[in-house]
T-cell receptor, first 114, second 115 residues
């Protein structure tokens, strides 16, 4: 069975600095998709960024980028120029090609220090 | 509507009672998902609808849980004879279709507490 592990329960970063959140996963599939979601106190999950496993190029969305290491089964999220509004729970999720389910990590709480 | 709407946002119920949680997806979205989020945990998949049919019910934890979707729109998740371990946030989500390229939009969840 696929699993997703986020080893950092909590991270903190100074405003305007860069922070990296870790995610590793376990799968025997070759085609799959990876996602980072943000959950602010409102509880609404918001998609931050996504990556196709067959693409070697790392996805980027403005201040958010990923470091996807397929062989190592690692999918970390880098947030540059951190802003107060980035404070939230961040979840890493996996979806295999033939399935609708997202498999989720336990989340990392990101604290932004002003 | 503008987003995925869920009701009630909070529900406290006594053990053994039945509860119904409602989800109103984004208009035009054919795919609908239910997830459960326990305190300090990631999300746990419950069920997926494509239109009114549920090709994947594999996540429903027991036969006390059921879900339906009518008119390709509103969905109801029903929990019968609630237990304390059912306490969690129940999140509904929808997307245009079931493809991974379709962004999944989440509601704000229904927080269920069983006392």
């Amino acid at each position: 069975a696929q699993t997703v592990t986020q080893s950092q329960p909590e991270m903190s970063v100074q405003e305007a600095e860069t922070v990296t959140l870790s995610c590793t996963y376990d799968t025997s599939e070759s085609d799959y998709y990876l996602f980072w979601y943000k959950q602010p106190p409102s509880r609404q999950m918001i998609l931050v960024i996504r990556q196709e496993a067959y693409k070697q190029q790392n996805a980027t969305e403005n201040r958010f980028s990923v470091n996807f290491q397929k062989a190592a089964k690692s999918f970390s999220l880098k947030i540059s120029d951190s802003q107060l509004g980035d404070a939230a729970m961040y979840f890493c999720a996996y979806r295999k090609d033939s399935n609708y389910q997202l498999i989720w990590g336990a989340g990392t709480k990101l604290i932004i220090k002003p | 509507g503008a987003g995925v709407s869920q009701s009630p946002s909070n529900k406290v119920t006594e053990k053994g009672k039945d509860v119904e949680l409602r989800c109103d997806p984004i208009s035009g979205h054919t795919a609908l998902y239910w997830y459960r989020q326990s305190l300090g945990q990631g999300l746990e998949f419950l069920i997926y609808f494509q239109g009114n049919s549920a090709p994947d019910k594999s996540g429903l934890p027991s036969d006390r849980f059921s879900a339906e979707r009518t008119g390709g729109s509103v969905s109801t998740l029903t929990i019968q004879r609630t237990q304390q371990e059912d306490s969690a946030v129940y999140l509904c989500a929808s997307s245009l279709g079931g493809s991974w390229t379709n962004t999944i939009y989440f509601g704000e969840g229904s927080w269920l507490t069983v006392v």
